[in-house]
């Protein structure tokens, strides 16, 4: 798969119907397999049928003159991730990072804000490396210190209740209790 | 062949809109009350029953997840930390920080896009 550059504009590609197409880098985030497309733009002449029984996700180009390049995708015909969310393997995850980390710390006003952060990144890194299949994750992490005060947290959401999930952790010691909350949202 | 365009082709989380909205429910249901312990329980469902509500009625394509903790002021420290994996250009969050005499109020809100 080739990364390349930015697409000829619509009227020019018209003519050279075919030229190979190019197209502007995704972002990071997203993942797309891509591969150079010898066809005529999308929505301008019958495409040949080979292009669409390749089972693979491909993308399909489409060039506006005045406006931003816009990529749509064809369809892979799956409703269901392949590697489905495991709450269970990612709650072990995030409670041994937990207590690794803060098992014999003492709560510092200067060091925890960095001590958080630096948690929540890697609680992070590790639900990504259990490669589940089109999720987006949110990680949040609390550190309070004990004082004699209460607390309550709560959270709600309004997500598909089948494929979404959440996993929660927690480590107390003398000086303070963590909490971290891991949400993982299906995004296809 | 159809083509399908995507309801808002630049969708962008308002996080002002967020923070207002958060924020005027978060004044309706603490407004001037001070720390009850047994009424905390009731507080934290109504300000995020209540923000999520609102947030769902502004129609967008999200899906949303908001958080809110509610601690009682004893000079004790709270540190909350996040980090997310998701698509920077149409995902985001909010976060917004309320205090009175009694306790202090943290309510994240975090949206996730989807395209339908």
Known sequence: ?188 | MEEFHPHNDEMIFNADEAHNIVKECIESVLGKADYNHNKVNQWTAAIVEQSLTHLVKLGKTYKYIVTCAVMQRSGAGLHTASSCFWDTTTDGTCTVRWENRTMNCIVNVFAVAIIL
């Open chain 1, 1 to 188: 798969m080739e990364k390349s550059s930015k697409t000829p504009k619509f009227s020019n590609a018209a003519l050279e119907g075919g030229k190979q197409r190019e197209s502007l880098s995704e972002k990071d985030s997203m993942k797309a397999k891509r591969r150079q497309s010898q066809y005529p733009p999308f929505g301008m002449a019958p495409v040949e049928e080979e292009h669409y029984s390749d089972s693979m996700k491909t993308k399909q180009f489409a060039s506006r003159a005045s406006r931003a390049l816009k990529i749509r995708y064809a369809n892979t015909y799956q409703l269901e991730p392949r590697n489905k969310f495991r709450d269970c393997l990612v709650r072990g995850k995030a409670q041994a990072i937990l207590t690794n980390q803060l098992g014999e710390a003492k709560y510092d006003g200067l060091s925890s804000p960095s001590l958080c952060a630096s948690i929540s990144e890697e609680i992070l890194r590790a639900v990504k490396e259990l490669d589940f299949d089109r999720y987006k994750y949110v990680v949040s992490v609390l550190i309070v210190e004990k004082a004699g005060q209460a607390m309550k947290v709560a959270s709600r959401w309004v997500w598909d209740a089948q494929k979404d999930n959440w996993v929660s952790a927690k480590c107390e010691t003398e000086t303070f209790i963590a909490l971290a909350l891991i949400m993982a949202c299906y995004y296809e």
